[in-house]
Nanobody, 127 residues
């Protein structure tokens, strides 16, 4: 059974930075899609960023709202995916969750394509 555990959330002032981590256990993905989503109460889950890899090829994808501010990366040796968030804004406040699909998928912005989800970590950006 795959488990995803997020960490790194917290309270930060606008303009600050946080780095979220998503550690996967139970399986090593040779090809996969991993994504970060966020959700605020009363709204649908929103795609933030994704990373897809297969063999030696890796691709990264971002929502327009975070492009240029957030960076997704992975450490294969640690089976961990990161989300570096810079220039944070109050509108980035949400619960951030990571997700994994055990395949490369072009539907990385859609939550249903993911097989596994973490429990989420709160990110609060104060003005």
């Amino acid at each position: 059974q795959v488990q995803l555990v997020e960490s790194g959330g917290g309270l930060v002032q606008a303009g600050g930075s946080l780095r979220l981590s998503c550690a996967a256990s139970g399986r090593t993905f040779s090809s996969a899609t991993m994504g970060w989503f966020r959700q605020v109460p009363g709204k649908e889950r929103e795609f933030v960023a994704a990373i897809r890899w297969s063999g030696g090829s890796t691709g990264t994808y971002y929502a327009d709202s975070v492009k240029g501010r957030f960076t997704i990366s992975r450490d294969n040796a640690k089976n961990t995916v990161y989300l570096q968030m810079n220039s944070l804004e109050p509108k980035d406040t949400a619960v951030y969750s990571c997700a994994a699909a055990a395949r490369v998928t072009g539907g990385h912005i859609y939550p249903p394509v993911y097989d596994y989800w973490g429990q989420g970590t709160q990110v609060t950006v104060s003005s």
